[in-house]
């Protein structure tokens, strides 16, 4: 039972770049989140899922794209990487809404 | 105004200590509130939920004070794998649960 995996766990890109985050969970939750983390800011939501091929905006999506295809993955989508999206992102899976999320390790990206 | 307010830290204590942590939440229909620990460059973790009524958890107490809008979080007896950082979480309404707004955490040290 490997719970939340995030692949991959670093990146280095270029501005312009694009690049998946691939976000998968074996717990059979419905809903999956993306978060990203910033020095000195809380973990803010980017999209997040509340079924298989559902998809809604968060607080910052802009810069994003998301897809649920099957109920275990999650991706997460950067067509045109700019420096403001370098930070650590975080996926999360929960049973339902305000249940307990469950975190995957992160993805530290770095965009020059 | 950031809608989940906690004072940074860091918090330096010795082991054994007593330390309490507040949160402010701007959001009067706030509805779910918990508190999540965060390792270093680890994914966060739930710690606990936050009951009206108040809950206990061991050496962790937490607590909901809705006409003041915060939280609270008291850990007696401090041990050294304590030392970490507190996320204070809230979800805006009852129809929106799958929102949770994130505080950016309070560093705590616990010393030997």
């Known amino acids: 039972n490997a719970g939340v995996t995030q692949t991959p766990k670093f990146r280095v890109l270029k501005t312009g770049q694009s690049m998946t985050l691939l976000c998968a969970q074996d717990?059979?939750?419905?809903?999956m989140y993306w978060y990203r983390q910033d020095p000195g800011m809380g973990l803010r939501l980017i999209h997040y899922?509340?079924?298989?091929?559902?998809?809604a905006k968060g607080e910052v999506p802009d810069g994003y794209n998301v897809s649920r295809l099957k109920k275990q993955n999650f991706l997460l989508g950067l067509e045109s990487a700019a420096p403001s999206q370098t930070s650590v992102y975080f996926c999360?899976?929960?049973?339902?809404?305000?249940?307990?999320?469950?975190f995957g390790p992160g993805t530290r990206l770095t965009v020059l | 105004r950031k809608e989940v307010e906690q004072d940074p830290g860091p918090f330096n204590v010795p082991e054994g200590a007593t330390v309490a942590f507040n949160c402010t939440y701007s959001?009067?229909?706030?509805?779910?509130f918990f508190w999540y620990r965060q390792d270093c460059r680890k994914e966060p973790k739930l710690l606990m939920s936050?009951?009206?009524s108040g809950n206990e958890d061991g050496r962790f107490t937490a607590q909901l004070n809705r006409a003041s809008q915060y939280i609270s979080l008291l850990i007696r007896d401090s041990k050294l794998s304590d030392s970490a950082t507190y996320l204070c979480?809230?979800?805006?309404?009852?129809?929106?649960?799958?929102?949770?707004?994130f505080g950016a955490g309070t560093r705590l040290t616990v010393k030997p």
């Open positions: 999360a899976s929960s049973y339902s809404g305000a249940f307990e999320q469950f």
């Open positions: 717990m059979n939750h419905e809903y």
């Open positions: 979480v809230v979800t805006p309404s009852f129809y929106n649960n799958n929102d949770m707004r």
């Open positions: 936050v009951y009206s």
């Open positions: 959001n009067s229909a706030s509805q779910s």
């Open positions: 899922s509340v079924g298989e091929g559902t998809t």
